[in-house]
């Protein structure tokens, strides 16, 4: 079955520059989407369609994608953006939602 | 307001099954594909199901296959995950969630990743 690879763990100081990344052998082809979780919360899209950001996201959060890899960075990362991100994409079909592991993010 | 509230999640017993249901609110329901997310106890996400505008097509996470079917109701803005013969794995807290769409190169309409999820609904499966 098709998977996506991400780190387990990234950290920053605030006001520093967050990068998540995210792997997989359909990336080339499929976008790839950016959910951030908080504690407790349902999930909140914070990229879409690679770089793409929803109204309402703040313009720190932008979305990349080269080759098999998409990457999430959190430019002037605060407190506040603290949880876990997951990326999302589909297999080659486009039918199969795949979620990678999740990075949890630590800004402190 | 866009909004998705789930329901009809609860413990049951393995083997046993249950049917949850989604109503939807706020926006055309029948203009988007929707999927099922799970989320076991302190575990990532875990996509589990996804059916079109239409619910001419479906897909399922192999971990559901045979056991799961996804529909949906457009007339009464509804979508529904029957579950059957339910395992201590299937424990977790499930979501439903509107897909965005975008038009490849071809032209065709495909569905990407969710924009709108619900609060989710808690489904225990123990003896």
């Known amino acids: 079955s098709y998977e996506l690879t991400q780190p387990p763990s990234v950290s920053v100081s605030p006001g520093q520059t967050a990068r998540i990344t995210c792997s997989g052998d359909a990336l080339p082809k499929k976008y790839a989407y950016w959910h951030q979780q908080k504690s407790g919360q349902a999930p909140v899209l914070v990229i879409y369609?690679?770089?793409k950001r929803p109204s309402g996201i703040p313009e720190r959060f932008s979305g990349s994608s080269s080759g098999t890899m998409a990457t999430l960075t959190i430019s002037g990362a605060q407190v506040e953006d603290e949880g876990d991100y997951y990326c999302?994409?589909?297999?080659?079909?486009?039918?199969?939602?795949?979620f990678g592991g999740g990075t949890k993010l630590t800004v402190l | 307001e866009v909004q998705l509230v789930e329901s009809g999640g609860g413990a049951v017993w393995p083997g046993r099954s249950l049917r949850l249901s989604c109503a939807a609110s706020?926006?055309?329901?029948?203009?988007?594909?929707m999927s099922w997310v799970r989320q076991a106890p302190g575990r990532g996400l875990e996509w589990v199901s996804g059916i079109n505008w239409s619910g001419g097509r479906t897909g399922y996470a192999d971990s559901v296959k045979g056991r799961f079917i996804i529909s949906r109701d457009n007339a009464k803005n509804s979508l529904y995950l029957q579950m059957t013969s339910l395992r201590d794995e299937d424990t977790a807290l499930y979501y439903c969630?509107?897909?965005?769409?975008?038009?490849?190169?071809?032209?065709?309409?495909?569905?990407?990743?969710?924009?709108?999820w619900g609060q989710g609904t808690m489904v225990s499966v123990s003896s």
């Open positions: 999302y994409s589909t297999d080659s079909t486009g039918y199969l939602g795949v």
């Open positions: 706020g926006f055309s329901f029948d203009d988007y594909g």
């Open positions: 969630a509107r897909a965005t769409y975008y038009y490849n190169s071809d032209g065709y309409r495909r569905d990407g990743g969710a924009d709108i």
């Open positions: 369609e690679d770089s």
